[in-house]
């Protein structure tokens, strides 16, 4: 994973400069540890960012600028019940394999980013705001299975039968999956607070299912 991350270094490497003359250069940063750094951070986010994304509307959800402040506006959200009845309203024919598959969707981006999480333990410098962002993607994904499960009871309800066992084998994948990226979050905060060149004080944040 570490390799992967390092594959985007090209990308953060080169910055634009004015010189006195008014012309812009292109100039290449001479520090590979800041280079990895950075890509390592923006790895995070974009599989955070993979996570968020959901087919149900949010209310003016809070940004992530918003999240690495702490800000939180629940009151802007819509409710559990009305995501799920939305969402079910605008799937097709064989609802039940369309909640499915998406919930392997988010799964699957939900594991990857526990992936890049993992692979930033022990990075050069990890941040308060890498173990927002995890912060964020778990609550992302609690509100995920609290609708998805609630769109499986709308449909089963409607004549399309849902297992019971599907249902409790879709919570139980993302309790796992929770709990990883808990896990993952608590490392980086124990990674920051023993941070020597840290200069804030605060309580690193314990996650759990």
Same mark, same amino acid.
């Given at each position: 994973? &570490?390799?992967?991350? &390092?594959?985007?270094?090209? !990308?953060?490497? @080169?910055? =634009? =400069? @004015?010189?006195?003359?008014?012309?812009?250069? @292109? @100039?290449?940063?001479?520090?590979?540890?800041?280079?990895? *750094? =950075?890509?390592?951070? #923006?790895?995070?986010?974009?599989? !955070?960012? #993979?996570?968020?994304? !959901?087919?149900?509307?949010? *209310? #003016?959800? =809070?940004?992530?600028?918003? &999240?690495?402040?702490? #800000?939180d506006q629940p009151e802007l959200r819509i409710s559990t019940t009305d995501a799920a009845q939305h969402y079910v309203a605008s799937l097709g024919v064989a609802r039940r394999d369309a909640v499915l598959a998406e919930a392997a969707r988010h799964l699957s981006a939900a594991r990857a980013l526990v992936e890049v999480a993992e692979a930033m333990s022990g990075a050069l410098r990890p941040v308060m705001a890498d173990v927002s962002l995890v912060e964020g993607a778990i609550s992302d994904l609690r509100q995920a299975r609290d609708i998805y499960l609630a769109s499986l009871k709308l449909i089963d309800r409607a004549g399309e039968p849902v297992a019971a066992a599907e249902a409790r084998r879709l919570k139980s994948d993302f309790g796992a999956v929770i709990g990883a990226l808990g896990a993952a979050a608590d490392r980086l905060a124990e990674e920051v607070e023993s941070d020597p060149r840290r200069t804030f004080a605060g309580p690193a944040p314990r996650f759990v299912n």
């Open positions: 994973m &570490r390799f992967k991350l &390092r594959l985007s270094l090209a !990308a953060l490497s @080169v910055a =634009a =400069a @004015v010189t006195s003359s008014g012309c812009s250069t @292109v @100039v290449l940063s001479q520090d590979p540890q800041q280079q990895e *750094t =950075a890509a390592e951070h #923006a790895a995070l986010a974009e599989a !955070a960012s #993979a996570v968020a994304a !959901a087919p149900w509307p949010k *209310t #003016a959800p =809070a940004s992530w600028s918003e &999240r690495l402040a702490g #800000a």
